[in-house]
């Protein structure tokens, strides 16, 4: 196992009817800006729940963060934070709303004259020593955003990850039920994003790190037994309460720390969304097959533990597990109603050279826990997409 620091300090609030604890959880005398979304918490009533839980407080509301969150978008909140003298956030929305808020509270302390600088440039981002506090309501179990410190912000064709320890929750409120009016292509986003987070910390190299692999093993066949249960029950609260547990501990620290990591592809996913809209989940979906394909022999060892630990293969042939490993992954996604090539996205060879050139325009060329991802295995990998 390798070295590691391990630090979290969000307070999860997690269950039925946590709503109301929004009244202890922030300050009687905060003044809150409420982000949200395109209006989904409007029109399911969260919203008017969290308001009433927060009465008394000086509240002001920033609706519309669109999913993939635009820095045009974001920079308005940071005026009213700073024009409003706004000292908390309270993010009410999936991923794209809790990763706007993170991007307020950091840029509302810029000292900078050009905060676009905090999207590309992590020295810009550990300079800024004060946030705004905030705290979240999860409507959608996907980033694992509310119990962690980055973020990803879309801006000039691109998506950007910010990263600080000052962006950690202060509480997340992570009620199932809120979750319940989710469509299925959401709740099958949430699953793919979440067993995508896992394998790009587990499918790497063995490092004998065997509390890590078994959590991450444990996540993987959770959700394996629980996606379809999941989406064709929505309201079956076990189900999505194990959904939303394995989305925030997929990605909040505790089985990244020691171990390779693998982000591939997620930062050929994110020139994706980029370029052609399609959701971030499904841009994984049709990635992580071909990833594994095409590096088969770096990750040998831990694709034959995948094979065997998480779909229980026996055979005696090696690469035949892989294989069928593959195969089975690839077939959850689509159990999951979720297609799995650039071709049922409408995407030919032209658009793969439009990828090649913005991975190339954001430095993403040498990718994987290797760093020897270059911009030609990338090709590869999306030609073995298609
Ligand atoms: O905008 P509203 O009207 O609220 O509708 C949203 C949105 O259209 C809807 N929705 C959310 N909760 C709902 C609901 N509809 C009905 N009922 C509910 N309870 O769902 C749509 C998608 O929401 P969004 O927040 O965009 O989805 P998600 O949570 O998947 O977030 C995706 C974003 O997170 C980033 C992605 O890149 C993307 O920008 N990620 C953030 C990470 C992090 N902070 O650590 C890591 C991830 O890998 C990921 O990159
Ligand atoms: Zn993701």
New binding site residues.
Partial sequence: MENFDFYNPTHIVFGKDRLKELNKLVAKDAKVLIL??????KK?GTLEKVKENLKGRHIIEFGGIE???SYETLIKAVEIVKNENINFLLAV???????GAKFVSLAANYKGDNPTKILSNVYVQASITESIPIGTVL??P????EM?S???ISYNHG?FVISSPLLFPKFSILDPT??F???AT?VA??II?TFI?VVEQYVTYPVDARFHDRTAEGILQTLVEIGNQTIDNPEDYDARANLVWCATMG?NGLIRGGVPQDWTT?MIGHELTALFGID??KTLAILQPSVWQIRKEKKRKKLIQYAERVWNIVDDNEDRKIDLAIDKTRAFFEGLGVKTRLSDYGIDAGGIDEIIASLEKHGRTALSETKDLTLEISREILENAK
């Avoid at 949200?36 to 918490?41: E, I, R």
């Avoid at 996907?142 to 955003?145: D, E, I, K, M, N």
Wanted: charged share 5%.
């Fill in positions: 949200y979304g395109g209006g989904s918490v399911f999913p993939n969150p929305g999936g991923g794209s709303v809790m990763d409507t959608l996907a980033t694992g955003s962690n980055g973020a990803v998506k809120l979750t009016t989710l469509p959401q986003n949430g994003d987070h990605l997620h971030h989940a």
